[in-house]
């Protein structure tokens, strides 16, 4: 598992040198590999239905408690054959769809880095690696929906795909290490053998509402559906792998990974069936008048992962239809992608009413999607019959009507959407539509492949069967009793609901032309707009809208306001926060001034003659008009600071004092020649606020000062040094050995910040000098 | 000593707050200095005031003899008396460069770059400095 984790990881990093040589040869590569890794998956079928779990494990954080560590079981199996298999083929398409593309090095990362992490995901056993490969998915999708970046909408479109799966990736994070830290374990396996908390505290009631939260993001439940028909600006390879096929069901493979902890929570099932069937009706309804091919199907898959939601919702009974949908949906769903993909290479159309007569025109690629179309409408003998018959036997026979309804109406709505997909085959040819060169074996293989999958899995049903029971088996946390799975189940209530439904979608697709302009005034075929009319204005896509522009609008504000151009604003802002955090931290600090003061200095003549020339000579550099006289002040100020420090015991400060402060004066004298005059330019109301808070400041920092003597802390690092410096460092001046010796590194630090000042000043200096000749 | 020493510190700091908050560049820079020497002032009482007992190992003993000033803090003074004559340094030859280019000391006239939606005045056309021809005026880039 490991090893396939990162040989796909290898070759996304690898690909934008392999690609760059290999051109259009590289898809066949990655074929190759994720292929190769679909065969060893599907070896390890038997192993897994057996019930031996396959387990790898690296220390990654140990002082955590989080490993590097991977386990396949019947779930996460599936999800990796899924994932692996239809990525060999997608890899396949992408050498016909993205023909001589100039970027394609880029997006083969981005593709192999999905398809790595997705994989990732799925093995996961350790919830924070979970996590890390759930968030690089969205940052692949965000790469893979904007890799069109010249146009505005793919941009903005990736952007609102990012920020929706990440900011319910967050929700997850919080809700996955809540439940984590309440079951006492990080590991997937033994939160799931544990079982939940009967009955569940608050803090596992806001863990599941939070991860909820993240799967309905990732997953595109309503109301968060509406990122995915806008990913629909992805090229229709990465729509038909991550947008229906993989990524999509990260959330729902979620869901179905914890259903054992959280499954048996009183608002399980109140909230999943609600958020299933919401989400199945909004995407269906929404889905039928679409006229473009891809939003068309991206809505069908909202309402199929809504589907899924449910089914799961179900508990137990809803297990087996589950894991047979999912299975089917990805077939399908990835086929009727990349068999439109397909037909909008060819044409250049993609658009419902703008196609016709491929029947004739393109019989492989009519048959190709024909075929897709089976499996979707469910139609036997195809693996989309078997898992559409285990759902209505489930829903007939114990479902209330209440529920039950608006499930058939979701089938209705995607069983429309399969038949809608014959129109470009059958309907009356528009004029004027050309046929283009294609690279058929590459467009073709995967939905033909997908195709015969799908309507094989039909009749070999007995791996199907185990397959199944491991994917019962991981998600029931327990082994189930032989599964039943059957093609044909005779003439039951099922039957002929299936057949109800296949009959209204049928009538339904053919008045399609009527239902497209109802759903254009109601301004739902289009994206939503900036001044959304008609149904648009309802839509919760709104509630993205507003939120993004009032983020800018407190950006703006914010940024106006602490980022006005004053220096002296962001002087103030600093200079006052100072204040407030000292008296903060002195006030909390809990120290008391100790009874008897500790013995105080006593005061000397000379030091207080010196104590006054800096006073004085720091408000002579205030007061001064003429920038002589402020320079001949601070000159004294420094010479006068240089004997306090000799005469305070530090005759290295007093020395390079008296130099730093030459230099200084040198430098000043030299420069103030060529610098402004030393103006006044402040208002009187302004210089007094400013002496005021200027007086405030110097309080504070004296007081501060004063302070500092008090709470001295009595164990101190420099006894350390002044006993070591003449045995460790064979030094007698601790100063000096403290910065050539114990804290050498720093005084390298330093002279580094010295060197780049002289560096700045030369190119400041240097400037003026170019322009000059 | 300490309550004068403290009288000091906060006449250093205050001082230099009410520079640095003028609108003249020239006083920023006069600010820079006092509030690094209040800086290095503040951290040198903080390791106690201790007069005449630098902290040397006399040549007859191999440790120092307490008490003795605290070694510690000079040393970051030491380093922060260099560091902060590099700042000055290149605050002065930034105030230098800025004046040339922009002919102006008032730090207010200085907000362009900092405005929002603005692309700065000085991007577009160098203002030509009072009594700096016509030929520096490209200095500014």
């Known amino acids: 598992m490991g090893v396939s984790l990162a040989l796909l990881g290898l070759l996304a990093f690898a690909a934008p040198w392999l690609a760059a040589r290999l051109q259009q040869r590289f898809g066949y590569l990655a074929a190759l590999v994720s292929g190769g890794t679909f065969v060893w998956f599907a070896l390890q079928l038997p192993h897994v239905v057996g019930g031996a779990e396959r387990l790898e494990e690296l220390p990654w954080l140990p002082t955590l408690g989080t490993t590097l560590s991977l386990r396949l079981d019947g779930l996460s199996l599936t999800f990796a054959l899924l994932i692996t298999g239809i990525g060999a083929l997608v890899a396949l398409y992408v050498v016909g769809y993205l023909e001589n593309h100039p970027r394609l090095p880029r997006f083969w990362t981005s593709l192999l880095l999905f398809e790595t992490t997705m994989l990732g995901l799925v093995l996961a056993d350790d919830i924070v690696l979970l996590f890390v490969f759930w968030e690089l998915t969205s940052v692949s999708s965000f ?41 006492g374990s990080f590991r997937l396996r033994e ?28 997953s595109a439940q309503f109301p968060f559906h509406f990122w995915l028909p806008n990913a629909m600006e992805a090229p229709t390879p990465v729509s038909a792998y991550l947008h229906s096929a993989t990524m999509v069901k990260a959330g729902i493979y979620l869901l179905a990974r914890l259903h054992p902890v959280l499954g048996s929570h009183p608002w399980w099932q109140p909230s999943l069936l609600t958020l299933g069937l919401l989400t199945a009706l909004t995407g269906a309804a929404l889905a039928i008048p679409q006229r473009d091919l891809k939003r068309l199907l991206a809505y069908s898959t909202v309402s199929a992962l809504g589907t899924l939601v449910f089914l799961l919702g179900l508990g137990d009974a809803g297990v087996k239809p589950f894991a047979l949908f999912l299975i089917a949906h990805a077939l399908y769903k990835g086929g009727a992608f990349l068999a439109a993909g397909a037909i909008e290479h060819v044409t250049e159309r993609r658009t419902l009413d703008a196609l016709g007569g491929l029947w004739r025109t393109a019989p492989v690629l009519a048959g190709a999607t024909g075929l897709v179309v089976l499996v979707a409408a469910g139609l036997p003998p195809t693996l989309g019959f078997v898992s559409k018959e285990a759902i209505l036997e489930l829903g007939v026979e114990t479902l209330s009507p209440l529920l039950l309804l608006p499930l058939l109406l979701a089938f209705v709505g995607q069983t429309t959407v399969a038949w809608l997909l014959l129109r470009p085959l059958l309907a009356r040819p528009p004029e004027s539509l050309h046929l283009h060169h294609a690279h058929w074996f590459s467009l073709l293989t995967g939905p033909m492949l997908l195709g015969l999958i799908a309507l094989g899995g039909g009749f070999a049903l007995d791996p199907l069967r185990s397959l199944i029971a491991a994917v019962i088996a991981s998600v029931q946390g327990a082994t189930p009793p032989p599964v039943k799975l059957t093609l044909w189940h005779g003439f039951t209530v099922a039957l002929g609901t299936s057949g109800f439904i296949l009959l209204s979608a049928g009538l339904i697709a053919a008045v399609w032309p009527r239902i497209a302009p109802v759903g254009d005034r109601l301004a739902i075929t289009e994206p939503l707009a900036e001044r959304p009319r008609g149904l648009g204005r309802l839509a919760p896509e709104r509630g993205y809208q507003s939120l993004m522009s009032m983020v800018l609008r407190f950006a703006d504000v914010q940024t106006r306001l602490l980022q006005n151009g004053y220096l002296r604003v962001y002087v103030t802002v600093i200079v006052a926060t100072a204040i407030l955090l000292i008296i903060v931290s002195v006030l909390r600090s809990g120290l008391t001034i100790p009874a008897p003061l500790p013995p105080l200095t006593i005061v000397d003549l000379l030091d207080a003659v010196l104590v006054l020339i800096i006073i004085v000579s720091s408000f002579v550099t205030v007061r001064a008009t003429e920038r002589l006289v402020a320079v001949a002040a601070l000159g004294a100020l420094g010479f006068s600071l240089a004997l306090l420090y000799a005469r305070y015991g530090a005759p290295d400060l007093a020395l390079t004092q008296v130099l730093v402060d030459t230099l200084t004066v040198v430098l000043l004298v030299f420069a103030f020649y060529r610098l402004p005059r030393y103006a006044q330019l402040s208002s009187t109301p302004a210089r007094i606020r400013d002496a005021v808070l200027a007086t405030a400041f110097g309080v504070v920092m004296g007081v501060f000062a004063l302070l500092v003597h008090f709470f001295r802390y009595p164990e101190r690092i420099s006894s350390y040094f002044a006993e070591q410096v003449y045995e460790a460092a064979h030094g007698r001046n601790v100063v000096n050995v403290i910065l050539v010796d114990f804290r050498a590194l720093d005084t390298l630090g330093e002279i580094t910040v010295l060197g780049l000042a002289a560096l700045g000043v030369a190119a400041l200096l240097a400037v003026g000098k170019g322009a000059r000749d | 000593m300490e309550f004068l020493f403290a009288i000091m510190i906060g006449t250093l700091y205050g001082c230099s707050l009410y520079l640095l908050l003028r609108r003249s560049i020239v ?19 903080a390791g106690g005031l201790v007069r005449g007992r630098p902290p040397l190992v006399p040549e007859d003993a191999t440790s120092v003899p307490a008490p003795y000033a605290d070694p510690l803090p000079q040393a970051l003074i030491l380093t922060a008396i260099v560091i902060s004559f590099g700042v000055l340094v290149f605050a002065v030859a930034l105030i230098y460069r800025t004046y040339r280019a922009l002919a102006t000391d008032d730090l207010d006239d200085l907000t362009a770059t900092d405005r929002l939606g603005e692309v700065p005045e000085a991007a577009h056309q160098p203002v030509v400095p009072v009594g700096v021809s016509a030929s520096n005026s490209q200095d500014g880039r």
Not at chain 1, 146 to 170: H, M, S, W, Y
Not at chain 2, 34 to 45: K, V
Request: aromatic share 4%; no cysteine.
């Open chain 1, 143 to 183: 790469f893979l929906i904007g890799f069109a970046d010249e146009r505005p909408r793919a941009r903005a479109n990736a952007q609102q795909a990012l920020i929706v799966t990440v900011a319910g990736g967050l929700a997850l994070l919080v809700g996955l290490l809540l439940l984590a830290q309440q079951q």
């Open chain 1, 191 to 218: 939160l799931v053998t544990m079982g939940s908390l009967q009955p569940p505290e608050t803090l596992i009631t806001v863990a599941f509402l939070l991860i909820l939260l993240g799967a309905a993001t990732k």
């Open chain 2, 27 to 45: 006083k920023l820079a006069i600010g820079l200095i006092l509030l690094g020497n209040g800086a290095n002032l503040l951290i040198f009482s």
